[in-house]
């Protein structure tokens, strides 16, 4: 199976979903490794299935173009999205590459093909005519999680780098606890550093968690109506507000120490960690600067359990920051590699769900579970996610995507109380299992349920989305 870091399980980039934004906007990066920016005469983008259907709500037209415009995910000035935007339907042309201006007339030359390619649901093609009457066409596939896999590729991002501890499903990880003695976290760190340096991981999952916190902040912090149509209103900067009772303070340090002598009581904590989840996903609806945690739509969970565990529970700061984010994400990894993280393939099981079981992991892992109990942890969250459907109302990851992920913060959070205090010898499912279940309920689901805005709550609560 392919190998995957934990930083590809943990990108940082824009909402709001990582397989109909990032990964459309990826895509559109390769496409210009690809072709002679200098001869182009047109281009046109094709989005089909799940990218047609709800693209326009996603997002997706934007990050083609932005992605066509050479600007990055990860580094985007997120506040000039609208400037950037603005400025191509104002001008009918593409600044390609940054580097030439190319006619360009977004509501002609980006086409929603509502049929779906066999490969996956979520595909797209890039097609550029050169001023010779020749050109090139490529079809990408936005697998989930932001990743990627051009038509014809046989593996997704195939590596050629042999890790220390191949880890493929939850036996394989078992094994290499009992055969070398070391925790979940020591074991994917030893095989990050067939990546990187110590140094280079160490910085880059704290660089995560700042990025995490800083979304959370400034969605604890903005006030408004999302955008999209739908009228959604924010509720985090309310909630914040309402919790500390005005009380001020000047920097997030600051906010944070406030929060964490503000009571450990069950309600309040309950309260602080919707909060929590509420900020990343309005941000993450708003076109935020996000974390992929595996997924946008699914965003919210692992930085609101965590901001849960700095704040409410004994923790080694950075040294359980990253003890988390390992044992994270490899859990998340092994989801992908046995089943999905893709809502257009398994609904918001592969989202919410694989979420919360992460988070669930990472908790134990930090509370000092054993590595059974850690497993047993992220197959409790799972066990009561499997079956659920992606049902985004309007196209938009707001109704009902941004409530789910404050219940998938705190099933993960009880998931890992009931984890703590059970004997795993006595557990009668495994998380192997329960990810074979989970990929078999994918699909026995019917496609209506699977982001495409067709079925469930999409189509049973009434409103009027503007086309564009």
């Excluded at 190319?102 to 490969?119: D, G, R, S, T, W």
């Excluded at 093609?125 to 020749?134: L, P, R």
């Excluded at 996903?281 to 992929?292: C, L, P």
């Excluded at 930085?303 to 044992?327: H, Q, R, S, W």
Aim: proline share 4%; net charge negative.
């Amino acid at each position: 199976m392919e190998r995957i870091s934990v930083f590809d399980i943990f990108k940082i980039g824009v909402g709001p979903s990582s397989s109909h934004t990032m990964g459309p906007w990826v895509a559109a990066l390769h496409f210009l490794e690809k072709i002679d920016i200098q001869q182009v005469a047109t281009i046109n983008v094709k989005l089909y299935g799940s990218l047609a259907k709800t693209g326009r709500g996603h997002g997706t037209d934007i990050a083609v173009m932005l992605g066509l415009c050479g600007h990055h995910p990860t580094t985007i000035d997120v506040e000039r999205l609208d400037e950037y935007i603005t400025g191509i339907y104002t001008t009918n042309t593409l600044p390609l590459n940054g580097a030439r201006n190319v006619a360009f007339h977004p509501l002609q030359n980006i086409e929603f093909i509502f049929e779906k390619l066999p490969f996956h649901p979520n595909a797209l093609t890039f097609v550029a005519e050169y001023k010779n009457g020749q050109g090139l066409a490529e079809t990408y596939y936005s697998i989930g999680g932001g990743f990627v896999i051009q038509e014809g590729d046989t593996v997704a991002a195939e590596q050629t780098v042999r890790l220390p501890y191949p880890i493929d499903r939850e036996s394989d990880l078992r094994h290499w606890v009992n055969e070398t003695g070391m925790t979940i976290p020591e074991i994917v760190f030893q095989n990050e550093l067939a990546w990187r340096s110590a140094e280079e991981v160490r910085n880059g999952l704290l660089n995560i968690w700042r990025t995490m916190l800083a979304c959370i902040y400034k969605g604890c912090h903005s006030d408004g109506e999302l955008p999209g149509g739908l009228e959604v209103q924010r509720r985090a900067h309310k909630i914040n507000r309402k919790l500390l009772d005005e009380i001020e303070y000047t920097t997030m340090n600051g906010w944070m120490r406030t929060i964490k002598i503000s009571g450990a009581s069950f309600t309040n904590v309950t309260k602080w960690v919707s909060c929590f989840a509420l900020a990343v996903n309005e941000e993450n609806a708003s076109f935020g600067r996000v974390v992929t945690a595996p997924t946008n739509g699914a965003a919210g969970v692992i930085p609101a359990v965590l901001m849960y565990m700095l704040c409410f529970c004994e923790n080694k700061g950075e040294d359980d920051i990253i003890d988390f984010l390992l044992t994270a994400g490899e859990i998340g990894s092994l989801f992908k590699k046995g089943s999905t993280i893709s809502a257009a393939m398994g609904g918001c099981q592969a989202e919410i769900g694989v979420s919360s079981a992460m988070a669930a992991a990472a908790l134990t892992q930090c509370q000092g579970g054993t590595a059974r109990q850690v497993l047993m942890a992220a197959e409790i969250s799972m066990e009561h996610h499997l079956g659920l459907t992606c049902d985004p109302v309007g196209g938009l990851v707001q109704v009902p995507c941004i409530e789910r992920n404050t219940m998938g913060a705190m099933k993960a959070i009880t998931a890992s109380q009931i984890a703590l205090n059970s004997d795993p010898d006595k557990a009668k499912v495994s998380l192997d299992s329960v990810i074979k279940t989970m990929w078999e309920t994918a699909l026995d689901m019917v496609d209506k349920y699977k982001e495409t805005s067709e079925g469930g709550l999409a189509l049973n609560v009434s409103v009027r989305v503007p086309e564009c």
